[in-house]
């Protein structure tokens, strides 16, 4: 902010010689860049080569005054955001309501205090360069929102790829072991430059050998195809991926997400399961099917090592999990906690 009102260019507007260098020197004193204009017809084609940051225009000036120049100036696309402080000698009520009309933001009275002039000066660019600043901001999230829901198209286009080639697991119909690799590194890649996280849910069903043993395999085969839909149902968004791990286990990737978002994913995958009710007679936490997690999350950076990083927190967390009587969901340490 302090270096932008260094290089402020402001537009004095006088008809008169002596206010003219009088302003000029008070300006360049306090650090401004000053530009001159003896009437509002110059003032006009000046402010449409120079983009002056701030008008300092006086009001009475012979053919166009102060009012009708600041009235053009707000019509043009250089003018519309500039702010206007009108110096005049005028101080009634009416004046003063013609000038805040016109355009003008804020009247100083002729013979004017130094400084008064530059604390309202300092002002008026203060908040013009905040505006200035949060349009940009506003424009680079619109931005950003765009190249988002392209990049959301563009997964979602590329997840209905994967189900129609050999990433799919061949029972549950999620992602298999190689499917997960592929889009694992390809969020990494994605995701390391804009330094957005990227978490996983790892999930192990409870007791499922003594499942098989006790119901037989093929009872087994249909547990785990209604673990995985119910693990799909849990997932809101299309960029998040589901995958068979490997035996009983499934991996859900959640790019953009935060441990506290994966964790809320987490207990939705085991709230849909609950509602399944998957009868499971051999388990020693539940008379159902139930689910032990772990949770974790990275920024990426880019490097081959993320995906095993991840993983493998995860994988930690589980372990945890388990030791703590499985049915349960252990959050990894936060990455940024760590840092």
Known sequence: MFSELAKALVLIVDDMPLNQQL??????????????????????????????????????????????????????????????????????????????????????????QEVELLVRLKTHLELRFAKLTLSQKNTALKEELVERRRFEDELLAYEKELEQKINLDELTQVANRRGMNEYMNEMIRHLSPEESPLAVVMCDIDYFKRYNDHYGHQRGDNCLKEVAQAIRRAKKRPIDLVARYGGEEFLVILPHATNKEAERVAQEIAKELAEVKLEHNASLVAPVVTLSMGVASILPTGSIEDSCNLVEAADQALYIAKQKGRNCIEVAADPKAEA
């Open 23 to 112: 302003l000029q020197k008070v300006l360049e004193r306090a650090g401004y860049q000053v530009l001159v204009a003896s009437s509002g017809a110059a003032a006009l084609e000046l402010a449409q080569t120079h983009h002056p940051d701030l008008v300092l225009m006086d009001v009475m000036m012979p053919e166009m005054d102060g009012m009708e120049a600041c009235r053009r100036f707000k019509q043009t696309s250089e003018g519309e955001e500039v702010p206007v402080i009108f110096l005049t000698a005028l101080t009634d009520t009416e004046s003063m309501i013609q000038g805040f009309e016109a355009g003008g933001v804020d009247y100083l009275t002729k013979p004017f």
